[in-house]
């Protein structure tokens, strides 16, 4: 995420300026470098052989998943984020409504949550491995509870 800055404090004795090492904050700038880092995956639903999405962003660090989606004011149609390890989302300061998908180890289906709409939690979804989210609508006719899903880089 980038090199420490180096700031300038004044120390309380003396008036001394001291030198003290700032990690850099998480904007979104940041958060877009990480999970662009992460890479992307293409998501298959086995069951029903059909493509669920063609490109979802990989957040696999804390910083990627708190804020997820937030920076963005849209999803394309075959956009997405794959949240992992996850078991519950929410969607505060989110400007658009969103489906999601939870699945357990086995690339299981294990929820679907349609139209989750902003300034709401998802339930938490006991022994969920990570969470898809799509954008509204998506999820119609392609998954459902118990379907296989199969992720590619």
Do not use: Y
């Amino acid at each position: 995420m980038g090199r420490p800055q180096r700031v300038w404090r004044r120390s309380r004795q003396r008036g001394l300026c001291v030198p003290r090492q700032v990690r850099p904050g998480f904007g979104h700038r940041q958060v877009r470098a990480a999970a662009l880092k992460g890479g992307t995956v293409k998501v298959f639903n086995k069951t029903k052989g059909l493509r669920v999405l063609g490109s979802a962003a990989r957040a696999e660090t804390f910083e990627t998943r708190l804020l997820g989606l937030i920076p963005r004011t849209c999803l394309g149609a075959e956009e997405g984020l794959w949240l992992e390890p996850c078991a519950m989302i929410h969607m505060c300061f989110m400007r658009f409504a969103i489906d999601a998908v939870f699945v357990d180890r086995e690339n299981r289906v294990l929820r679907v949550i349609e139209n989750l709409r902003p300034w709401r939690f998802s339930p938490w979804v006991a022994g969920a491995r990570g969470v898809l989210e799509l954008p509204s609508g998506r999820c119609a006719g392609r998954v459902e509870e118990g379907d296989e899903l199969e992720f590619t880089p």
